[in-house]
């Protein structure tokens, strides 16, 4: 397959790019952290976007040394961004390949100790779907990043079709509102939808965060319900390294 071939070629080069979307407190307004999300320009193919390019890295397994580039340049960005703001942190997003494997925890140990980072400062987004497939293992997994400090955040939650169950067994810190349920905020069951999960959070003693906000009316609305943090267009489509520190030094 050329796209698979082309990726093998790309690894280890320049073709991979993170990019950076700001994470917003919905109540002063501050930019408190960025997600780090897989861009891939091949000379050949053009952007390939993540929805592609993730599935296909997985299927041949080269998402765990694309992983790996991930996670230690995502620390990397801390070092850069904690110089304009102390308190930043950088989530990265986890495939269930990486997360499957093995060397997960002690990979991430050995970044956090290179890097010099602080680990509170390191998030992992991952989806209930990882969470579910075999618990005792993901649970294991859970609070051995817990235990460096990681902070967890549960991905597109409300998506996953998985039981409420594990939300009480496992150490999570944030709960991810999907854009599905923030995109179309109008409609009173996604109101709903969206209002019960901040309370579940709140009653669980996790923090909630809305994705997808595009419009001043779905801030609004999440910041009467005391969401307590914002990711969208409203704020910042994702950007380049560069820009996300040019962004935060305005903001600061
Ligand atoms: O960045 P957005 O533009 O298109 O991302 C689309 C999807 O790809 C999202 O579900 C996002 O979680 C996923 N994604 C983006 N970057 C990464 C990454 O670095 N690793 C993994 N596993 N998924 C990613
Ligand atoms: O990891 P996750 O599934 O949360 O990926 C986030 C995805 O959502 C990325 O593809 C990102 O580019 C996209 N995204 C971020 N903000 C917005 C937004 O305000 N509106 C829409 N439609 N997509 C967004
Ligand atoms: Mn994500
Ligand atoms: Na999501």
Known sequence: MVIEKN?????G??????????????????????????????????????????????????????GHWIIESACQQIKRLEQINPDIS???NLSVVQF??????????????DTGIDPQKLQVEVTESILIQDSTLAINILKNLNNLGIKVCIDDFGTGYSSLS???????????????FVRDLIDPTNETITCAVVALARSLGMKTIAEGV???????????????????????????????????????
């Open 90 to 92: 950088i989530a990265v």
């Open 214 to 252: 595009e419009t001043a009316e779905q801030k609004k609305f999440l910041q009467t319900i005391d969401c307590d943090e914002g990711q969208g267009y409203l704020f910042s489509k994702p950007l380049q390294a560069c820009q996300a520190e040019e962004l935060l030094l305005k903001g600061t």
């Open 7 to 11: 990726m093998r070629k790309a690894m």
């Open 100 to 113: 499957n494997s093995p060397d997960l925890v002690s990979e991430i140990k050995g970044v956090i100790e």
């Open 13 to 66: 080069g320049t073709e991979f790019q993170l990019y950076y979307q700001p994470k917003v407190c919905l109540q002063s307004g501050k930019i408190v952290g960025m997600e780090a999300l897989l861009r891939w320009e091949n000379p050949e193919l053009g952007f390939v976007n993540p929805q592609k390019s993730i599935p296909i890295a997985e299927e041949t397994r080269l998402i765990i040394q694309l």
């Open 166 to 180: 594990y939300l009480k067994n496992m150490p999570i810190d944030y709960l991810k509102i999907d854009q599905s």
